[in-house]
């Protein structure tokens, strides 16, 4: 085997890729080998690290150290300063807020070092393409043990675990495993919901993208457990970049035996299939995902009959978040006791959260479950940018809640949330400054909803268009209380009255700014003025 | 190849392990050379070489080699600094490959440090 | 309105090549109506009509797909679509005037074609890119941190390609 003296881990995620991130590779292979280092240095592409904001993102081992903002001509310095002569290129180096001397190792960086990662613990460390380095991080390890148990005790393992969905609803994963096992019928299906339609998340593209193999050995152990021998991943049809990746390692699993028949000579034999959706975010629901699947328009069934016992084609059916997936073969390798060590006792484990919007440190992180939402935005994401207050965070994406600067210090957990008056959700973070409006986001949060209903029952395809009509009237400062009543009714009935999930909670950012930020709201209708000077400055304009 | 056995699954992994263990090290021995412009024109890059190719050969995991810029003492280059935890930093002056070579076998492996060759010594303060 | 057998004709050859290569179940329909739409960015009635006859499902089912997803389309349309983002963390972080630099730059408003069919505009829902927001994903790039100033070289982009 050749070694190398050095490994220079550039980050192919989505974001560092629209950076140019492409480039910067393909000129550093190239500089490695004018220079002739290239029998010496390796090059590798890596799953996301988190810092997009500061992408292109680069680390070279063995000193780890963290460069940001590489462009193409960035590249022969490097090589001829760093590979070639050892010397840091101190002008690349990641620079916090108040630092003026850059942080040489990623594992130095704020950023980096308050997170927990265990979904992550492979993104921006192992090469996704290589099973091989998947393996050498004790991949497939969990799948090969838990083939030796019986799925009722791997199920049990996943209960004990106490380990709740991560695609929004927060579901005991052990108990939904345990529902579909039960469930009659030979033929049983396994789902990961790859939909991610949620405005502000992308984490569950960068975890396939970054560390598929986690994934294919969650749903592995899965299907195993439920008694699928059939699985599919369901991506939208945005995500082209990942669905490359992951057929590629979907490949590498097949030949290793991974997956395909008698598995580990087990006896159990278990495949994946890819399906692409076709843009429609109620698709992420899973009984539409399921419509979808089967060829049909994306719209969500009546539950029950949840899809455990009545699902795709008819046939029980688990699905799952890929986030959700991604943590079982920690779970099945360092035990539900390790698990429960994290996080709270209600929400163990972590939570990985995209940090969007005004917020230094856009990107990915993954923190303990219960960590606070003022230790996530100033400590890890790095505070707001260009010096501006912090008005507002929503949590759970645009189906969550608003929460103001009062409740920064509530724990980042699904049941904590909930009693704020929020959500967890999926994971999207946005933080907005006091430069915008919220009348203004609320009305693009419904704008939102009412262009993705899906149709199907009255109170969402109508609820949806008159609330938006309702907050549009607000930020033309035409609105009157008799409005805001009007709002309550209706966000009531829709949330009563609604199919599925979307319509109920689509009154949800309208209700928790009317209740954090009631001066906002009074503004716009008593006195006729928008504090931010957003809503006069936009009709303006018209 | 198909895998049919954990054991199999061990074997690939420990292979495998090989390839990584670059990037996950966060303490072990540290060699550091001085590759500044100085360093460079007295060898530093062949003793850089020969090291690496000798920790390989002795199969040595967690050895790791950096480098770093000029130190200074340019006359006495090519410079090499090991740093073994909660040891002293050794640094060695007017290296060679040959003497790089000798030098991973009785310091490195034996924890013999080659008197004759030292130019420094301090403890690590951090 | 009747279709012209022309029409008709020239589009099932290239239909049923599609539909064989993932076979006539259902459950392939949406990744067909990708692929036939694959040519000119637009799913015809001609199209439709031999997708619903090569896979032996009622047009009215087809048709309700193709309506359903927002990344098909029954009107025709330019050999570039631009989706733009309008979920809230590109519009806090600058969407609207980049939706307002398209506009100006192509002279034609959200949900037009230019006349030389060559871009369209269109709004979408978060493309997942949010991390370099505001984004906008043209046919299948996407191009992220847009201001007003960029939308120029992201067109000419284009049109190099
Ligand atoms: C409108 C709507 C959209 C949803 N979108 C997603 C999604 O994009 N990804 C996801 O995993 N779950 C999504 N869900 C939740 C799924 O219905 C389902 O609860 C989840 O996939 C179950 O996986 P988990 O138990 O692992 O969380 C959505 C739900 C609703 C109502
Ligand atoms: S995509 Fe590169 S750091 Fe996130
Ligand atoms: S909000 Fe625009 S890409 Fe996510």
């Given at each position: ?47 996301c690290f988190g810092l997009c904001e500061a ?39 990641y620079k916090g807020e108040a630092q003026?001397?850059?942080v040489?190792?990623w594992r130095q960086i704020d950023f980096y070092s308050r997170q927990k990662r265990v979904v992550l613990r492979?993104c921006g ?36 675990s106490g380990l709740r969905g991560r695609g929004g609803a927060g579901f005991p994963t ?24 949620e405005p502000g998340t992308f984490k569950d593209?960068l975890i ?113 978040n890929?986030e959700t997936?991604a943590n079982?073969?920690s779970i ?5 006791d390790w698990f429960r060590s994290i996080g709270t006792a209600k929400c163990p484990g972590t939570k990985v959260f995209t940090l969007t919007g005004n917020i230094n440190n856009a990107g990915l992180i993954e923190v303990p479950m219960g960590i606070t939402l003022r230790e996530v935005v100033y400590d890890i994401g790095g505070g707001i940018p260009h010096g501006r207050a912090f008005k507002m965070a929503q949590t759970g994406g645009t189906s969550g809640g608003c929460l103001p600067e009062a409740l920064l210090d509530v724990p980042m957990d699904i049941d904590s949330l909930a009693t704020a008056g929020s959500a967890l959700g999926s994971g999207a973070l946005m933080i907005m400054d006091d430069s915008h409006?919220i009348?203004?986001v609320v009305?693009?949060f ?59 909670t689509?009154?949800f950012p309208?209700l928790t700014t009317m209740r954090f930020f009631p001066e906002e ?22 | ?126 | ?87 809230a963390p590109?519009?806090i972080t ?36 949010c991390g370099?927001a ?28």
């Open positions: 085997m050749e070694f190398f003296r050095s490994h220079v881990l550039v980050c192919s995620g989505v974001n560092c890729s629209f950076r140019g991130s492409r480039s910067v590779r393909a000129a550093l292979v190239e500089e490695i080998r004018a220079q002739g280092l290239d029998k010496e240095v390796r090059v590798i592409e890596t799953g992408g292109p993102v680069m680390v070279i081992y063995p000193e780890a150290v963290h460069y940001c903002r590489v462009v193409p001509d960035d590249v022969k310095e490097i090589v001829e300063e760093h590979l070639r002569k050892g010397r840091i290129v101190d002008r690349l180096l003026v001397k850059g040489q190792t492979n460390l192992i090469d996704p393409d290589s099973i091989d380095e998947y393996i050498a991080r004790e991949g497939y390890e969990a799948l090969g043990r838990a083939l030796r148990m019986q799925p009722m005790e791997v199920i049990q393992a996943v209960k004990d052990g108990l939904k495993w345990d529902f579909t096992a039960r469930a009659a019928g030979d033929q049983k299906y396994l789902i990961c919901n790859a939909d991610e339609g593209r396939l993208e970054g560390d598929p193999h986690s994934v294919i050995e969650g749903m592995a152990i899965a299907a195993y457990a439920i008694g699928a021998s059939k699985g599919f991943i369901y991506f939208r049809g945005e995500y082209k970049l990942s669905i490359d990746r992951l057929t590629h390692a979907l490949e590498q699993a097949r030949a290793y035996g991974l997956l395909g028949k008698n598995i580990f000579d087990s006896g159990f034999s278990f495949d994946i299939e890819i399906k692409v959706g076709a843009g429609a975010y109620v698709c992420g629901e899973e009984t539409a995902l399921i419509n979808s699947m089967e060829g049909k328009r994306g719209e969500p069934r009546f539950k029950p009959p949840y899809p455990a016992s009545v699902g795709l084609w008819g046939k029980p059916t688990c699905v799952n890929v997936l079982i073969p099945i390798r360092q035990g539900a409006c009348i203004d009305k693009c419904l704008q939102f909803f009412r262009h993705e209903s899906c149709g199907q029952c009255t109170p969402c395809r109508e609820g949806t268009q008159r609330l938006y009509e309702l907050v549009d009237k607000i930020s033309r400062m035409e609105a009157t209380e008799k409005d805001v009543e009007l709002i309550r009714r209706l966000a009531r009935t829709m949330e009563d009255a609604s199919l599925c999930a979307l319509g109920q689509a009154p309208v709201y009074e503004a716009h209708i008593v006195h006729g003025m928008c504090p931010a000077g957003v809503c006069a400055a936009a009709s303006q304009i018209a | 190849m198909k895998m049919k056995s954990l054991d199999e699954l061990k074997k690939l992994r420990e292979k495998a392990q090989e390839t990584i263990r670059l990037r996950e090290q966060e303490e072990g021995t540290k060699i550091v050379v001085g590759m500044g412009t100085c360093g460079i024109a007295a060898g530093a890059r062949e003793v850089m070489l020969a090291l690496v190719d000798e920790l390989q050969k002795k199969n040595l995991k967690d050895v790791v080699v950096t480098q770093t810029g000029c130190a200074g003492l340019c006359e006495k280059e090519p410079l090499v600094d090991v740093i073994r935890p909660g040891e002293p930093k050794i640094t060695y002056g007017y290296m060679t490959a040959e003497k790089a070579r000798s030098m991973v076998t009785s310091h490195i492996v034996n924890g013999q440090v080659i008197g004759e060759y030292v130019i420094a010594r301090e403890d690590s303060g951090d | 309105m009747a279709i012209a057998k022309e029409q008709l004709d020239s589009a099932e050859k290239r239909v049923l090549q599609i539909v064989s290569r993932y076979g006539a179940n259902e459950e392939h329909l949406l990744q067909i109506l990708h692929d036939v739409q694959a040519d000119d960015n637009s799913l015809s009635e001609a199209e439709l009509i031999q997708v619903a006859r090569a896979m032996d499902i009622p047009l009215s089912r087809v048709y309700g797909v193709a309506t359903f997803y927002s990344m098909y389309s029954v009107r025709p349309r330019g050999k570039f679509i631009i989706r733009i983002c309008e979920s590109c519009h600058g969407a609207q005037s980049v939706i307002r630099a398209f506009e100006q730059a192509l002279g034609i408003k959200m949900g037009e074609t230019t006349k030389d069919r060559k871009f369209t505009l269109e709004y979408t829902s978060c493309l997942g890119v370099v505001p984004a906008v994903m043209i046919n299948d790039r996407v191009y992220g941190n847009l201001t007003p100033d960029k939308v120029q070289e992201v067109l000419s982009a284009c049109e190099n390609d």
